[in-house]
């Protein structure tokens, strides 16, 4: 091979972290909606404020867990094509994006109406409000389960699985004030829970959301050291000089990179190509990293780009 590139694939380079997970997403938006429908139907027949809220709650998880599932849906059966040469993958970042938006300004909005109610708290039948908050912390719980793995893989899952924590908390406060007000009939305890709860999960948003953005513009990940990879690939025999390096994340589990290696004239290049591309995949974990291996001089016509 003379002056070119290569690359590497990783085992399952045609699936995304969430992809493997799309079933387990689709149960869950069942198991919600059920719950959804519940808390509607309970909420309007007590007129329990406190219980039609959670159900807002709780069709926000409802339209995250299906915002994930269609973004998966996309990025699988799009394919790619002359005009998306990486499919829809990003689409998945953006569905977390979206969810750490949504998430963030139902928790604000809590922390807010809970102040508000604290002049003025509504009287909330205990019992009704208990009962309905028993089924929707079970199923809750079986989505958790459900969620949990994937959320350790998967950005998108990650946003969808802190909608159902969010909402699990949410069913366990209003259990505890419904047993509250029921028993001693104290009315603050459902508006200092729900700041609890929206003072956790805010944070969580946070740095969700921060996770996204990084993605988006194609910051290199965080558990991965391009300066290390620079130094590296230089120490390699035969390579004098290695320029034009870059590492970004498509969606979760998918980390890309590429990179320009000069290479001395009398060297193999595709010895050299081996050993980086080896490199690369057992000590950093890059499987797909385009590597471009030039002559003595070819840099001449591949400068680092000014913007």
Known sequence: MGAGHGHGHGVDAGQSASGRYSR?????????????????????????????SDAGHNFTDVLGIVMALAAITA??????????TFGLYRAEVLAALANAVLLFGVAAWVVVESVHRFTDPPEVPGLPLMLTAIAGLAANLIVFGLLRQGAKESIN????????????????????????????????ADPIIAIAIGLFILPRTWSL???????????????????????????????????????WTLTSGMEVGSAHLTVDA??????VLTQAQALLAERHHLAHFTLQVEPPGARTGCAELAW
């Open 24 to 52: 387990r997403l689709a149960i869950s938006v069942v198991i919600l909606t059920a719950s959804l429908v519940l808390q509607v139907i309970v909420g309007l027949a007590t007129s329990s404020l406190a219980l039609l």
């Open 75 to 84: 990025a699988r059966t799009s394919g790619r094509n002359d005009r998306r």
């Open 157 to 188: 899952l990650r946003g969808a699985y802190l909608e159902v924590i969010s909402d699990t908390l949410g069913s366990i406060g209003v259990l505890i004030a419904g047993l509250v007000m029921l028993v001693w009939g104290w009315p603050y």
């Open 209 to 247: 959301g921060r996770q996204a953005v990084r993605i988006l513009v194609q910051a290199a990940p965080a558990d991965v050291d391009v300066t290390a990879i620079r130094s590296e690939l230089a120490a390699l025999k035969g390579v004098q000089d290695v320029h034009d390096v870059h590492v």
């Open 266 to 271: 009398e060297c193999d290049p595709a010895v």
